[in-house]
């Protein structure tokens, strides 16, 4: 079934129907929440509260972009967690460390590669959790999700040109840092 | 969007040119005074690079899987709530319009009974009127503006059907002091005023609460 048929199925009340966009989406959803919060456990959270919301909206959306509008309310969920009085501002920048927000080493990686990409995931999400928030939202958006500026803008609900200031911003912030830590890139990365 | 903003150093492009440049987020027009631009200008070349090198980390960050499924338990109906509905809306409003609707239905039975003199006491009651000093009215039929400035402490005796004579007195003593059993010979029993303005009262008040509630929920 499209998206569409699934999406109308769901409005009548067929939770497999909803399952099966869940399935669609939660691995991007649950990844964007891992972006911008830094934590395993409260993306988890944040995955599950966007589709549980989602689903008892669901009689709200009328029509349109369905993606932008299940990312609209996972990216909110993430801002009220970032936003909320018992998030510890200096939380886990120690702990992202150790997070697996790295796949495992494939067989054709030697571990000393492994090692390194590890160590450069971590630093890439350390960079994006001290990114402003307007910021780093877009940048995963955009960067790390592959969406378009205009998606970008209607899940923010700001202006494509906002969308593009933040993200020339975002960019020049990450060059910034990762021009620190040049040893970690790949070679391709090395030379500029 | 300018090209060459003034935040660009000695000509160059801006960064939000060169950021939207590596999307192809510009227009035609743009992209091609960049392109022309980046044949004779090293600095935007190597602005250019060092941005498409950030983007391309980015890009190849991994994508984690998920932890675990989100799907939601089936069936699910049966915890999804219904939507929020707020307390002056439409069912409430109905209950309280009823409630409005028998107040008023209640005061005019009271009203018109009181006027048939089938409710209250019997008009051939004497009534006795007590004032707050040792004083008391009596109301027994004698003739309307002979009760006129009552000395305090005075007995008087006032024939029933002297109204008028009860409204002068107003000033010489209150309407608290009436012995609720009061009668005039026109069926007028002033025993179930209470009760009448209570109704009143509530009436108003509910109608009016009604009215405000209304304008509230046709305003969401």
Known sequence: MDEQTLLQASKDGDAEAYNSLVLQYQTSIYNVALRMVGETAVAEDIAQETFVSAYRALHTFAAGNFRAWLFRIATNACRDHLRSAHVRRNTSLDLLVENPTFSVASDEESPEDYTVRRELSSFIQ???????????????LVDIQAFSYEEAAQILKTPVGTVKSRLSRAREAMRATLSTQRELLPGQFRSG | MKLFSRSSVDGHISQ???????????????????????????????????????????????????????????????????????????????GLRAAAAGAAIALAIVFAGDLSGNLGSSPDVPIQVGLAEPAA??????????????????????????????????????????????????????????????????VVALGGFNFILRRRSSSL
Do not use: Y
């Open chain 1, 126 to 140: 350390q960079s994006l959790t001290r990114l402003p928030e307007d910021q780093r939202v877009v940048l995963i």
């Open chain 2, 137 to 202: 009215v009596i109301i027994s039929g004698t003739p309307a503006g002979a009760e006129k400035s009552l000395p305090l402490g005075e007995d008087i005796v006032v024939d029933a059907g002297t109204s008028a004579a009860v409204e002068n007195t107003a000033d010489t003593f209150s309407s608290a002091d009436i012995q609720p059993s009061l009668v005039t010979d026109d069926g007028f029993s002033l025993g179930l005023w209470p009760l009448e303005l209570g109704l009143l009262i509530l």
């Open chain 2, 16 to 94: 939000e040119i060169v950021s939207a440049f590596l999307d192809g987020a510009l227009s035609t027009k743009e992209m091609s005074r960049v392109d022309h631009h980046m044949t004779s200008c090293e600095v935007c070349v190597q602005e250019a690079d060092e941005l498409r090198s950030v983007v391309s980390v980015l890009r190849a960050m991994p994508t984690v899987p998920a932890p675990r499924s989100f799907a939601i338990p089936v069936p699910a109906r049966a915890w999804v709530p219904e939507p929020s509905r707020p307390w002056w809306s439409p069912v409430p409003l109905v």
